[in-house]
């Protein structure tokens, strides 16, 4: 299981992220702008193309979705072969594109964190990292005393984290684990940690 480094009061200090409250934006008025006729039939154009370009955009999904699957298929037997490889070139019969596979992952939930633990083994620090994100109350921040009392304790490492801090464990993917899930992950669980842990979809260009 990854371990997460404890941090000493003048490394915690450096790693304190303050949260402000932003500015309440005003709020804008719709009006209805004088138009022509011929303005008119320019809107119901724009409209009209806007309804083609995304029934367009679906089919184009719909297609891509199938490339993806019939090219990632293969990537998958060379990835087990020992031959992992990013990039294809899929020929149609007028030209080609070009798939594309991604190094991003989403973060491994925590409800999910030990069935992928128990799936990687003693590979999960090799795939996956633990980030601590720390944040400073906004209470904690308006206090004068407290402030004081913080940076002494921060400097002596003695004050405990949840006194002053939100405290948020990300366990994130580690670089090159589109290729390295060949090598950790036997082939018949690959489905099995794709459903755990998603991968973004490879662009067809």
Known sequence: MATTKKLSGNDLFGSIATKKSSDSK??????????????KAVVDNVISLKSQ?????????????KIRSHVSAQQDELGYAGKYNK????????????????????????????????LLGDNFDECFQNIRTITLRPEAVENRDFIEKLQKALTAAGLELQEAFEVTDTVKAKPDLDANVYKFVPKSKLPTFRALVKQTKASIR
């Open 87 to 118: 990039t294809f070139s899929v020929e149609g019969n007028s030209g080609s594109v070009s798939y594309v596979a991604t190094d991003k992952f989403s973060t491994v939930k925590p409800e999910v964190l030990d069935s992928v633990q128990e």
């Open 53 to 65: 370009i995304a029934a367009l955009e679906a089919n184009k999904g719909d297609y891509e979705e």
């Open 26 to 39: 005003s709020k804008t008025t719709k009006i209805a702008a004088t138009v022509t006729d011929e303005i």
